[in-house]
């Protein structure tokens, strides 16, 4: 089924149109993951990436990331109004995923958190390596998890405060 039947995201249609970095890549430190796909007016990503590493065909194209010059700096992350980027990172000995947030309370540093998919199923748990509250530059308040499982860093896509 399509994203359009299901409202979700298929894992599968993002590896085949390079949604996602190559392992090569996602070896080298962190990199933005962008998860959208429908051809809307927006564009405050490619704005706001400093190292030209976002691009778009005209205003309502879909955005790609070019995953060499992602230096997965977060500026993408902090102005998307959709929700729809992350930052995954998988160079540590402890891989991690920044997810966009909007709920209250905000978890804490050192806290555990449950994993959300796509679908928002349970995923387990994580420690909160950092919190970044909304500002006036962020639209989200910004939650950086760290776990044990690398593959996780694809799946993850929000999280549930305990």
């Known amino acids: 089924m399509s994203y359009f039947e299901t409202g979700i995201i298929d894992i599968a249609y993002l590896r085949e149109n390079s949604f996602l970095p190559s392992e090569e890549r996602e070896k080298k430190g962190p990199v933005a993951v962008i998860e959208c796909i429908q051809e ?31 230096t997965g700096c977060m500026s993408c992350l902090k102005v998307c109004p959709g929700l729809a980027i992350f930052i995954d990172d998988k160079s540590k000995a402890k ?46 308040s910004l939650i950086s998890v760290d776990f044990d499982d690398p593959a996780l ?10």
Not at 41 to 61: E, H, L, Q, Y
Not at 98 to 125: F, N, Q
Not at 153 to 162: P, W
Request: charged share 20%.
């Open 40 to 70: 809307i007016p927006c564009n405050p990503c490619v704005s706001a990436c400093k190292f030209d590493a976002i691009t778009m065909d005209g205003i309502n194209g879909i955005p790609h990331v070019d995953f060499a010059k992602c």
């Open 95 to 140: 891989p991690s995923v920044t997810v966009p947030y909007e709920y209250l309370p905000l978890p804490v540093k050192g806290g555990t958190v449950t994993l959300l998919g796509r679908d928002g199923a349970s995923l387990g748990s994580a420690t909160v390596k950092f919190v970044l509250a909304a500002d006036n530059v962020s639209r989200s």
């Open 153 to 162: 860093c694809e799946q993850v896509r929000n999280i549930k405060v305990r």
